[in-house]
């Protein structure tokens, strides 16, 4: 009786920690390890090539994640077999441009045969994962399983970060464009409003920014925001050198938050960062 009570009790923590994928039952499940990183992949039965597509397209991603420390922990990567699938198990709906949602530890993933009418190219499901998968190190470096939520990164910094390390910037429109957005008074539906004649460039006032205050222009005009997040990212490493960037992670790993290890690795706040960054645009200093 003892023993077969504890089959019972086997048989449901086994059911309770069976994957699952949003509003689906019984995926399949692959195991897949790259370069000392170890993952498993989810998929339902119709999205088995696209699953060999994500274990192929590892290879090339996880490489050029390494500058930032790789991955510390196991990532499950989700495929979800349609947008609204994807919409619903990261809670982000009427987000149509969204492919994939990096965590910690996970990476929901829009199933790569929907993404064009034949699919999606092994090249552009490699670039999605070494900038999703990016997201990831960055977490796991500076943070835990149950600390990295609340480490404050702004939006630039990780967009910007994940853009770079997946070679994107020929996705992304150009710093004389943005320099346009912020001339022209910049989004006048979200808000934002350039500073007064006279007044410091940097200043990103009380309006949408792509920098300083870009959650207004997320949803809509996600473009603009991933554009200038990669020009910011840009911006710091040739300023300051990758190896302050890699000891900002560390930093942030031994228990500080995002402002507190800027301004230790870097020398500056990260508002005067982004105010320097802006006069940069504003001032078109790229031309120089």
Do not use: N
């Given at each position: 009786m003892a023993s077969r009570l504890l089959l019972v009790v086997a048989a449901v923590i086994a059911g309770a920690c069976a994957p699952r994928l949003a509003g689906e039952s019984d995926?399949?499940?692959r195991s897949v390890a790259v370069g000392g990183a170890r993952f498993r992949i989810l998929h339902q039965p119709e999205d088995a090539?696209?699953?060999d597509q994500v274990a192929e397209a590892l290879g090339v991603a996880v490489p050029r994640i390494a500058r930032w420390g790789g991955l510390r922990t196991?990532?499950?990567?989700?495929?979800?077999?349609?947008?609204?699938?994807?919409?619903?198990?990261?809670?982000?709906?009427?987000?149509?441009?969204?492919?994939?949602?990096?965590?910690?530890?996970?990476?929901?993933?829009?199933?790569?045969?929907?993404?064009?009418?034949?699919?999606?190219?092994?090249?552009?499901?490699?670039e999605i994962?070494?900038?999703?998968?990016?997201?990831?190190?960055?977490?796991?470096?500076?943070?835990?399983?149950?600390?990295?939520?609340?480490?404050g990164e702004p939006l630039w910094f990780?967009?910007?970060?994940?853009?770079?390390?997946?070679?994107?910037?020929?996705?992304?429109?150009?710093?004389?464009?943005?320099?346009?957005?912020?001339?022209?008074?910049?989004?006048?539906?979200?808000?934002?409003?350039?500073?007064?004649?006279?007044?410091d460039p940097g200043g990103a006032g009380g309006g949408a920014d792509p920098i300083a205050n870009p959650e207004p222009l997320y949803q809509r005009r996600s473009d603009l925001v991933y554009d200038a997040s990669h020009h910011a990212f840009a911006f710091l490493l040739a300023r300051y050198g990758e190896a302050r960037v890699r000891g900002l992670l560390r930093v942030m790993g031994d228990g500080s938050r995002?402002?507190?290890?800027?301004?230790?690795?870097?020398?500056?706040?990260?508002?005067?960062f982004a105010a320097d960054f802006r006069r940069y645009v504003v001032w078109q200093g790229w031309r120089r």
């Open positions: 995926p399949r499940v090539a696209a699953a196991p990532v499950t990567i989700a495929i979800h077999p349609t947008h609204e699938r994807l919409e619903a198990a990261v809670r982000r709906p009427g987000y149509e441009w969204l492919r994939a949602w990096a965590r910690h530890s996970k990476i929901d993933l829009q199933s790569p045969r929907t993404w064009r009418l034949f699919g999606a190219s092994d090249a552009d499901v490699a994962l070494t900038h999703e998968l990016a997201h990831c190190a960055m977490y796991q470096q500076s943070g835990t399983e149950y600390t990295w939520p609340f480490k990780r967009e910007g970060l994940a853009s770079v390390t997946a070679g994107q910037g020929y996705r992304r429109g150009t710093l004389e464009d943005l320099w346009r957005f912020y001339a022209e008074g910049g989004d006048m539906d979200a808000g934002e409003h350039l500073p007064p004649p006279g007044a995002f402002d507190e290890a800027f301004l230790a690795e870097i020398g500056i706040s990260e508002a005067e």
